[in-house]
T-cell receptor, first 116, second 113 residues
Framework: GAVVSQHPSWVICKSGTSVKIECRSL??????MFWYRQFPKQSLMLMAT?????????EQGVEKDKFLINHASLTLSTLTVTSAHPEDSSFYIC????????????FGDGTRLSIL | GEDVEQSLFLSVREGDSSVINCTYT??????LYWYKQEPGAGLQLLTY???NMDMKQDQRLTVLLNKKDKHLSLRIADTQTGDSAIYFC?????????????WGLGTSLAVNP
């Protein structure tokens, strides 16, 4: 079964709306989670590293005020796309690895965001 | 800097073996991964290999690692149409699983009946 749950899987909303995406580790604790964005037929682009209890680390060119990340517990990170516009439409994916083991990271099923 | 390269496209006949190749630059990587992505779906961890291993086999999948040449390959035996997908190679650039992964651009595998 899924070890990383991402919700929602698909969201369509009007321009100007803020959208929150959740990423949960189901049976392990993750001090670090990662948020990616993927455009059609392209590879994943790392947006930011979500750190439990502290500020996220954003990759160059990613607006931190646009993409708000909160990692308030060891099993949940959220990405909020604020005042979304059509150019924010994309596939967003999170990943997490068990802090206390050396097992590889697992990915959520992704969230397809469509802004009209 | 860190980089992962892989060929972009591979086409095989159903029943043949597929070999997807990947090269990486970071010799400190402890994990090397293969992920599969079907159209419109998220990423599925197919298999991974520790950097101190040369080979790992898991049913139809065989991973070969040449650490000297920094070359990783994924062999799929008896390729089926359901194997058609994009396959991503990734490495974690160091010890521990809380590091950001460095990704290749993905190899699109087309399996022809």
């Amino acid at each position: 079964g899924a070890v990383v749950s991402q919700h929602p899987s698909w969201v369509i909303c009007k321009s100007g709306t803020s959208v929150k995406i959740e990423c949960r580790s189901l049976d392990f604790q993750a001090t670090t989670m990662f948020w990616y964005r993927q455009f059609p037929k392209q590879s994943l682009m790392l947006m930011a590293t979500s750190n439990e209890g502290s500020k996220a680390t954003y990759e160059q060119g990613v607006e931190k005020d646009k993409f708000l990340i909160n990692h308030a517990s060891l099993t949940l990170s959220t990405l909020t796309v604020t005042s979304a516009h059509p150019e924010d439409s994309s596939f967003y994916i999170c990943s997490a690895g068990d802090t206390y083991s050396n097992q590889p990271q697992h990915f959520g099923d992704g969230t397809r965001l469509s802004i009209l | 800097g860190e980089d992962v390269e892989q060929s972009l496209f591979l086409s095989v006949r159903e029943g043949d073996s597929s070999v997807i190749n990947c090269t990486y630059t970071d010799s400190s990587s402890t994990y090397l991964y293969w992920y599969k992505q079907e159209p419109g779906a998220g990423l599925q961890l197919l298999t991974y290999i520790f950097s101190n291993m040369d080979m790992k086999q898991d049913q139809r999948l065989t991973v070969l690692l040449n650490k000297k040449d920094k070359h990783l390959s994924l062999r799929i035996a008896d390729t089926q149409t359901g194997d058609s997908a994009i396959y991503f190679c990734a490495e974690n650039g160091g010890a521990g699983n809380n590091r950001k992964l460095i990704w290749g651009l993905g190899t699109s595998l087309a399996v022809n009946p």
